[in-house]
Structures are given as structure tokens and as C-alpha cells.
């Protein structure tokens, strides 16, 4: 059974950071690529970074592009999500996804085949 479970959301202040992990279970995962999306109350899930299961290339939205940055281990079977400079905006329930096609991870989130339950951050102003 394949598990995706994320960690390290809470509250922080605008300006602060805050560092997502999610440890991956009952998959090869360093065939897997990996992503964060979020998703803000009464908004869509959205995209937010992708990471190729070999480690060679990374995606950001643009919204977060400069500020986020996407990495993994793979001994540890743990993608990370490295958050500085944060903003109310960023707000969301965040989300770990695997697929093994880095593709369907940025552009058919509909397809993916596993996601994670979600952490919650919260950024106050």
C-alpha cells in the first residue's frame, strides 16, 4: 500500500520559513517524480513545484518561483519543500503527489496516481 505522508506545515509570520517533508512508502520512489501542490480555501488545487525522479530537474510555478525550492533524498524515500520568504498568500493546504511521469505531475494533476492527506500552513500578515 502506498503512502505519501507530509510533515513540517503550522503557522509562521509573513517574511518567515518553513520546510514540507513527505516520506513515500510501498513504492521504488526513486522511480517516482514528485511535486507539492496547494490549495486555498474556496481555490483550486494548484501546481506549486515538481522534481524529476533522477534529481536533474526541477519546475516552479511562478507564484513561488525564487523563493520555493524542491528537493529529495532518495536513501530516504522524502521529497522536501524549502519555503522562504513566505506571504499570506501562500496560505494552503499543501500537498505531496508521485507519478512516475514528471509530465503528468505539471500539467494532469487529474491523473496522478498518489497523493498525500495534506499539512496545513498558515502565514500570518
Known amino acids: 500500500q502506498v503512502q505519501l505522508v507530509e510533515s513540517g506545515g503550522g503557522l509562521v509570520q509573513a517574511g518567515g520559513s518553513l520546510r514540507l517533508s513527505c516520506a513515500a512508502s510501498?513504492?521504488?520512489?526513486?522511480?517516482?517524480?514528485m511535486a507539492w501542490f496547494r490549495q486555498a480555501p474556496g481555490k483550486e488545487r494548484e501546481f506549486v513545484a515538481a522534481?524529476?525522479?533522477?534529481?536533474?530537474?526541477?519546475a516552479y510555478a511562478d507564484s513561488v518561483k525564487g523563493r520555493f525550492t524542491i528537493s529529495r533524498d532518495n536513501a530516504k524515500n522524502t521529497v522536501y519543500l524549502q519555503m522562504n520568504s513566505l506571504k499570506p498568500e501562500d496560505t494552503a493546504v499543501y500537498y505531496c503527489?508521485?507519478?512516475?511521469?514528471?509530465?503528468?505531475?505539471?500539467?494532469?494533476?487529474?491523473?496522478?496516481?498518489?497523493w498525500g492527506q495534506g499539512t496545513q500552513v498558515t502565514v500570518s500578515s
Open positions: 503527489a508521485a507519478d512516475p511521469n514528471s509530465t503528468v505531475l505539471r500539467t494532469r494533476p487529474q491523473r496522478v496516481d498518489y
Open positions: 510501498g513504492l521504488t520512489f526513486s522511480r517516482y517524480g
Open positions: 522534481i524529476t525522479w533522477s534529481d536533474d530537474n526541477t
